[in-house]
């Protein structure tokens, strides 16, 4: 079992900048591919950025790149998303999410939601002036 507690969320304003930070628990814990999930108001959740269990490989959504920038210290058990030059179309809740056996892209863009087993309880971002 993997637990999965998201923080860092809250109000900011277009052009911004926050930080997430997902903290992951349990057995075998370092062993999970990690990524941040991003559902907006009438949308389905989407896939925004995952890492590897090693941080070595990583996988961003084309509309984040050069903006996001995931990763990892297994010591801390921590995964971290920084995001800068938000836009208001971003705003919504964000998960973060936990799986084995599936690489970044796999993860973040090719499986079903409901085929990924763990996630946290997601954390509430604002973009707006």
């Known amino acids: 079992q993997l637990q999965l507690v998201e923080s860092g969320g809250g109000l900011v304003q277009p052009g911004g900048s926050l930080n997430l930070t997902c903290t992951f628990s349990?057995?075998?814990?370092?062993?999970?591919?990690i990524g941040w999930f991003r559902q907006t108001l009438g949308k389905n959740r989407v896939g925004i950025a995952c890492?590897?269990?090693?941080?070595?490989?990583?996988y961003y959504k084309d509309s984040v790149k050069g903006r996001f920038a995931i990763s990892r210290s297994n010591v801390e058990r921590t995964v971290t998303l920084q995001m800068d030059k938000l836009s208001s179309e971003e705003t919504g809740t964000y998960y973060c999410?936990?799986?084995?056996?599936?690489?970044?892209?796999?993860?973040?863009?090719?499986?079903?939601?409901?085929?990924?087993?763990?996630w946290g309880k997601g954390t509430l971002i604002t973009i707006s002036s």
């Open positions: 890492i590897s269990n090693l941080g070595i490989s990583k």
């Open positions: 349990g057995i075998d814990s370092e062993y999970y591919v």
């Open positions: 999410a936990g799986t084995r056996g599936l690489t970044t892209q796999r993860m973040c863009a090719g499986t079903w939601i409901s085929d990924i087993p763990y």
